[in-house]
């Protein structure tokens, strides 16, 4: 069985969430404070796990509404569904482990189990009698922490009835936390600790335990057979040991008698033996290397130290869930949970372990497994079925996206969506899990320029949390299938789409559309023209999350021709990379349209322009932009002007103000970003 849905309500900052999970590994993104590390923290709790703390105000959902507070006290309660998985037996060890708490008919496929944290029934009348006259939520929350808190009490159920669960359930369950601040060095130093002690135990005489051409009683007394050997071995060194502290021990009782410790008849001594178990807190953990240096440890890097870990609780889950090993006491169940297994990684060592907990849904070893990240490695490492994102637009309401839900297979081109995804999802595209807001662009020049441009306009992107993703190219609806919230699965984030209108033209005797000027559109009566992005613009205008943003449909093109038609006095705009920066400066200083026209230099191109804009009904104001914003799109290299641009526009901002230059940011950009960011 695996877990297939938890129910949150009332814990932390989940104010009412159920999420769905799936067998196998399941990687849980978000940016910060969405609750993914509470997420873990509530599936321990019904587990029975729950770290080395008690459960306390801080984990009840911080409730501000004063009318609900006065209804009833605040709690939490949490639940976990349990499916059969695919190609399971009837009568498994699992299925009979959760016979108590299953809740479907059949009672073989599915059971739930609950934990509930709330205030005593007896004590419910008291706090709702003491909160009443309060006008504050402030002023209730002080009150059930300073005289109600200690009198919750957390109860775990199962089952459809909620019947109090058979604590052996629970003790068959391994379910093991690794949360993001381990200290390795305490955890690994020395035999004597814990986890290694056991890992050990359980692998002394393998080749005794994993012989299965043997019975178990003769398995049995042939590890006695060595204990009893290795007691006669250690034999002699304990009386050595003991023949060395003769004299002390003497004085040492001397000191005991006159303090008082031999009171009735009581005496100390020294008494042992020297077993495997007490000889591992010998060993060291020491890390060999092929050049035959020897180094402890505490010695080598967070990281490194991590996966050996990391490795050990694993052998020691293996251990434990080892019915030879463990008999009645075996577990039957595993469940692993890591909050950010990519501390102290490379992401060399992130891809090697990701893929070693894959394999281990391979092998059955561990159930599932549950990993919150930041990484972007490893989002972009793992399938687009092991992503779950969280996320939130104000405290308590919390979205859960699923990309495996999205694409539907049964249709082609969800399918072809899918797989694009999965192929393109790469370490940058992947930052746009973890983003609050997105804006796709379809090139290098808005990437590097947007950032700048929202300073003009007063935004800052980095601080409000928006992220600018290049698609390379006109992929965008491959990606907003997996945030558009008309579908429930979709991951609920605001998205500009910033794209070219591009016009374009078909001659009547050509089957091809090819690019037009604004000014062209439409001049030919005989051919046909449209616009690049119609159709997303009429899908997305009224969407709740996801909007289109183009240039002008009369007068706009790209990036770069609106850049220049917009800012038609402004030099900051001839880097050093434009070509024809002399023609372009004196066409600046150029105001009648005629003289423009002749100042263009002869070749294809510029007579294409001129005959075009002398055929144009325009204005002479929007000619003239006209004019500079087609030679200056003609002149520039995306990328390299891009890069340029980005400097003299980010330099000219942090002028003085005598210095400063007029530049004003292109109007779709700018409407793209208000909404955006409103």
């Known amino acids: 069985m695996y877990i297939k849905q938890i129910n949150i309500s009332g814990f932390r900052n989940f104010k009412e969430v159920s999420i769905p999970f799936h067998e196998g590994v399941n990687v849980i993104i978000g940016h910060n404070n969405t609750g993914k590390s509470n997420l873990l923290r509530a599936l321990g709790l019904v587990l029975g796990y729950y770290g080395h703390r008690d459960v306390h105000t801080n984990d009840l959902y911080y409730e501000t509404d004063v009318n609900v507070l006065?209804?009833?006290?605040?709690?939490?309660?949490?639940?976990?569904?349990?499916?059969?998985?695919?190609?399971?037996?009837?009568?498994?060890?699992?299925?009979?482990?959760?016979?108590?708490?299953?809740?479907?008919?059949?009672?073989?496929?599915?059971?739930?189990?609950?934990?509930?944290?709330?205030?005593?029934?007896?004590?419910?009348?008291?706090?709702?009698?003491?909160?009443?006259?309060?006008?504050?939520?402030?002023?209730?929350?002080?009150?059930?922490?300073?005289?109600?808190?200690?009198?919750?009490?957390?109860?775990?159920?199962?089952?459809?009835?909620?019947?109090?669960?058979?604590?052996?359930?629970?003790?068959?369950?391994?379910?093991?936390?690794?949360?993001?601040?381990?200290?390795?060095?305490?955890?690994?130093?020395?035999?004597?600790?814990?986890?290694?002690?056991?890992?050990?135990?359980?692998?002394?005489?393998?080749?005794?335990?994993?012989?299965?051409?043997?019975?178990?009683?003769?398995?049995?007394?042939?590890?006695?057979?060595?204990?009893?050997?290795?007691?006669?071995?250690?034999?002699?060194?304990?009386?050595?040991?003991?023949?060395?502290?003769?004299?002390?021990k003497d004085i040492f009782l001397k000191y005991a008698k006159e303090s008082g410790v031999t009171f009735n008849g009581a005496t100390p001594d020294f008494d042992g033996e020297l077993t495997e178990y007490e000889l591992f807190s010998a060993l060291r953990l020491i890390i060999k290397y092929s050049v035959g240096i020897e180094i402890p440890t505490t010695y080598n890097g967070l990281g490194y130290n991590n996966l050996i870990y990391m490795s050990l609780l694993l052998a020691k889950m293996q251990a434990e869930a080892n019915t030879a090993f463990m008999k009645r006491n075996a577990k039957v169940i595993t469940f692993l949970a890591i909050e950010e297994c990519e501390a102290h990684l490379h992401p060399a060592m992130q891809y090697k372990f990701l893929q070693f907990l894959q394999d281990n849904k391979t092998n059955y070893h561990i159930r599932q497994t549950f990993i919150t990240t930041h990484s972007t490695q490893i989002v972009s490492a793992v399938k687009v079925e092991d992503l779950l994102c969280l996320s939130t637009t104000k405290l308590g309401e919390i979205s859960v996206g699923y990309p495996r839900n999205v694409f539907d297979e049964t249709n082609e081109d969800d399918k072809k969506s899918k797989l694009f995804v999965q192929r393109f999802l790469d370490a940058t595209k992947s930052d746009m899990f973890f983003a609050s807001k997105l804006i796709f662009v379809e090139g290098i020049a808005e990437e590097l320029l947007l950032p700048v441009f929202a300073k003009y306009l007063g935004y800052n992107l980095t601080d409000s949390h928006v992220l600018v993703v290049n698609m390379g190219g006109r992929y965008f609806n491959h990606f907003l299938k997996m945030f558009d919230t008309t579908n429930g699965f979709a991951i609920n984030k605001r998205i500009a789409c910033i794209t070219d209108i591009d016009p374009v033209m078909k001659l009547q005797d050509s089957n091809d559309f090819v690019k037009c000027y604004p000014y062209e559109y439409g001049q030919e009566s005989t051919s046909e023209y449209k616009h690049h992005g119609d159709e997303e613009d009429n899908k997305y205008k009224e969407h709740p999350n996801i909007r289109f943003f183009r240039q002008d449909s009369t007068y706009g093109k790209t990036l770069e021709y609106d850049l220049m038609r917009e800012n038609a006095d402004c030099e900051l705009l001839l880097t050093e990379s434009v070509s024809n920066r002399n023609e372009l400066k004196s066409l600046i200083k150029e105001l009648d349209v005629t003289k423009m026209l002749e100042i263009l230099r002869e070749g294809a191109e510029n007579t294409r322009i001129k005959n075009s804009i002398n055929n144009s009904n325009w204005s002479k104001e929007e000619k003239r932009k006209a004019i500079l914003a087609s030679r200056y799109l003609n002149s520039v290299t995306k990328g390299t002007n891009a890069l340029e641009l980005t400097v003299v526009l980010e330099n000219n901002f942090h002028a003085e103000a005598k210095d400063k230059k007029d530049f004003h940011v292109p109007t779709y950009i700018q409407e793209a970003l208000k909404w955006l960011l409103s």
Do not use: C
Not at 146 to 152: G, H, P, Q, S, T
Not at 183 to 189: A, P
Not at 203 to 230: C, G, M, P, Q, T
């Open 70 to 248: 006065k209804t009833h006290s605040p709690k939490f309660a949490i639940s976990i569904i349990l499916h059969k998985s695919e190609n399971e037996s009837d009568v498994s060890q699992e299925i009979a482990l959760f016979s108590d708490a299953m809740i479907d008919e059949t009672l073989s496929n599915e059971a739930k189990i609950s934990y509930t944290y709330q205030l005593s029934d007896n004590e419910e009348d008291n706090y709702i009698a003491d909160v009443s006259t309060l006008s504050s939520a402030k002023e209730i929350w002080k009150i059930l922490e300073r005289d109600y808190i200690r009198k919750y009490q957390g109860v775990r159920t199962s089952g459809a009835r909620n019947n109090k669960i058979n604590r052996d359930i629970l003790d068959k369950i391994d379910y093991q936390f690794l949360d993001a601040i381990r200290d390795v060095n305490r955890d690994l130093y020395a035999g004597y600790n814990p986890l290694l002690r056991e890992v050990l135990d359980f692998f002394i005489d393998y080749d005794v335990k994993k012989d299965e051409s043997k019975s178990d009683d003769d398995k049995n007394a042939e590890l006695k057979k060595k204990r009893d050997d290795f007691l006669k071995q250690t034999s002699p060194l304990m009386t050595t040991l003991q023949n060395r502290l003769q004299l002390g």
